[in-house]
């Protein structure tokens, strides 16, 4: 089999090739530069703005990852929906008109909308997405459940919850710099849904060795419910710290949030509920449907998050 990536010198890219490599699966990278991986393997820039995967490099292929999008950052809704929506479909099409027997799309569970309350959400229960972000990802995943569902291409949506592991980046590298500040222990409030980079990987990997038949979508996390204050102790254990203090009231830390976001409401992007918020979901599906089970918890991994280097987390 052979196999290409799209997004391969991402966070999750980089660790999909690297187990691509482990096992010594023949594998095209692509990226937005074409920056060479950690080991030197080099990979093909493609800027999903702008261009599509050249059709040459689709031949011969069997499975299809399709990583490369525009994460959370301050982009043009346009842009979102060029790269995450657009661009997605596009290469979709050029992979089944190549072959290509499988095509996994790494969507987000942002395509989900805003959870509502503290429950467990499930693939169905979905509402209208208030970002552009998450907007295209949705538009993403239902134009390849239009397009394909009559195709002989597999077509595998995943929607992993928060990705952690070494060289992270977002509110986890917030997160881990504010451990090592030494501020003090968070209030026990929230709880999020999370999984280990190694997990989605393998994941990927085993969908890759037999693609089920038709459209699939599921949601990938570990299972576990992660807390603000479940994050910190485990980061604070990890870099060898005693148990933290909790002696700020949480309007401090309301009052903090509010002026790290300049003083404007931001609903559910502020950055208290990105501390504080509940956003949980079930991983239920995919584990009934392909056995898949999370090797991985935080525990696990914490001690390679504090440990990474800065540079490698920018």
């Known amino acids: 089999m052979k196999f290409l990536v799209s997004g391969a010198t991402g966070f999750v890219g980089r660790e999909l090739c690297r187990q691509l490599a482990d096992r010594g699966l ?50 043009q809704d346009a842009s979102y929906a060029q790269v995450n929506h657009l661009a997605t479909l596009a290469l979709a099409k050029a992979s089944a008109a190549a072959g290509v027997k499988c095509f ?6 942002k395509a989900m909308g805003a959870p509502e309350d503290g429950s467990v959400r499930t693939e169905e229960q979905c509402k209208t997405p208030m970002s552009a972000y998450g907007a295209s990802k949705l538009a993403a995943e239902q134009g390849l459940q239009a397009e394909f569902s009559n195709s002989d291409m597999s077509i595998v949506i995943l929607r992993p919850a928060l990705v952690y592991g070494a060289g992270v980046k977002g509110n986890l590298l917030s997160m881990r710099r504010a451990v090592r500040a030494g501020i003090p222990r968070p209030p026990e409030l929230g709880g999020r849904s999370m999984i280990a980079v190694q997990d989605l990987a393998a994941a990927m990997l085993q969908i890759a060795s037999k693609p089920p038949p038709g459209v699939n979508l599921w949601i990938v996390c570990d299972g576990q419910r992660y807390s603000a204050r479940r994050i910190y102790d485990l980061m604070r254990a990890a870099s060898g710290r005693r148990a933290g203090r909790s002696y ?38 995919i584990m009934r449907d392909l056995s898949w089970q999370p090797q991985f918890e935080l525990a696990d991994i914490a001690s390679e998050i504090m440990a990474a280097p800065e540079e490698d987390s920018q």
């Open 26 to 75: 023949p594998f095209v990278a692509l990226s937005r530069r074409g920056a060479a991986l950690a080991d030197g393997t080099a990979s093909t820039a493609v800027d999903f703005n702008s261009q599509e995967v050249n059709a040459e490099l689709l031949q011969g292929m069997d499975v299809v990852f399709h990583l490369a999008g525009i994460a959370h950052s301050q982009a």
């Open 104 to 109: 996994v799309y790494l969507s987000s569970v």
């Open 248 to 285: 700020l009231p949480l309007w401090i830390w309301r009052f903090g949030a509010y002026l790290a976001d300049g003083m404007r409401d931001r609903g559910s992007d502020s950055r208290f509920t990105k501390l504080f918020g509940t956003e949980l979901y079930s991983s239920t599906a």
